[in-house]
């Protein structure tokens, strides 16, 4: 009997590993932020057509007042891997 529980519960408490190397937003910030700076774009208008937002956002995220969301986490990312 003890063998038949035990199963059972080793399932309902397996933890899965995930060995995606997934980054934090203020990661991917601070990242764009150097890449920004590395490129010598200074402009908020310009970094804001980048990413594909306004440029009050742009302006807020270069100043790390807000946190990206995951959609312009991915287009940082993506902008910064085109180079």
Same mark, same amino acid.
């Given at each position: 009997?003890?063998?038949?529980?035990?199963?059972?519960?080793?399932?309902?408490? =397996? @933890?899965? @590993?995930?060995?995606?190397?997934?980054?934090?937003?203020?990661?991917?910030?601070?990242?764009?932020?150097?890449?920004?700076?590395?490129?010598?774009?200074?402009?908020? @208008?310009?970094?804001?057509?980048?990413l594909g937002v306004e440029p009050v956002i742009a302006?807020?995220?270069?100043?790390? =007042?807000?946190?990206?969301?995951?959609?312009?986490?991915?287009?940082?990312?993506?902008?910064?891997?085109?180079?």
């Amino acid at each position: 009997m003890k063998g038949k529980f035990s199963n059972q519960n080793k399932v309902k408490f =397996a @933890v899965t @590993v995930d060995n995606k190397t997934d980054c934090s937003p203020l990661h991917d910030l601070n990242e764009f932020i150097e890449w920004t700076k590395k490129k010598k774009l200074k402009s908020y @208008v310009e970094i804001g057509k980048l990413l594909g937002v306004e440029p009050v956002i742009a302006n807020k995220l270069l100043h790390r =007042a807000v946190l990206p969301d995951e959609t312009i986490s991915r287009k940082m990312r993506e902008v910064m891997n085109e180079d």
